[in-house]
């Protein structure tokens, strides 16, 4: 089995900033890309940042100069700084990793189970 536990989200007012950790667990042997996205009430989920395991990374429009997205490959962990944070950030923050597992010969797209950010005015 296979898990993804994120954390880190909380209340804060504009123009400050959160950390969000995201840590994989479980049988894995490998992993590929790791990534942050999130959905607002109302919306869909959208794509926040991405990192691969050779460290190539992309940013939503949205987030860019504003957000960074890092892992510690060693620790099967992504990582998501937000800062000068908006309202419009406010949303459940989903951690996504693309790996396969121990004896597996496929990949497979696992989701954390969310952290609400919540970024007042």
């Known amino acids: 089995q296979v898990q993804l536990v994120e954390s880190g989200g909380g209340l804060v007012q504009a123009g400050e900033s959160l950390r969000l950790s995201c840590a994989a667990s479980?049988?894995?042997?490998?992993?590929?890309?790791m990534g942050w996205y999130r959905q607002a009430p109302g919306k869909q989920r959208e794509l926040v940042a991405t990192i691969t395991s050779g460290g190539s990374i992309n940013y939503a429009d949205s987030v860019k100069s504003r957000f960074t997205i890092s892992r510690d490959n060693a620790k099967n962990t992504v990582y998501l700084q937000m800062d000068s944070l908006k309202p419009e950030d406010t949303a459940v923050y989903y951690c996504k990793a693309d790996l396969v597992q121990r004896g597996g010969v496929a990949w497979f797209n696992y989701w954390g189970q969310g952290t609400q950010v919540t970024v007042s005015s």
């Open positions: 479980g049988s894995i042997f490998s992993i590929n890309t």
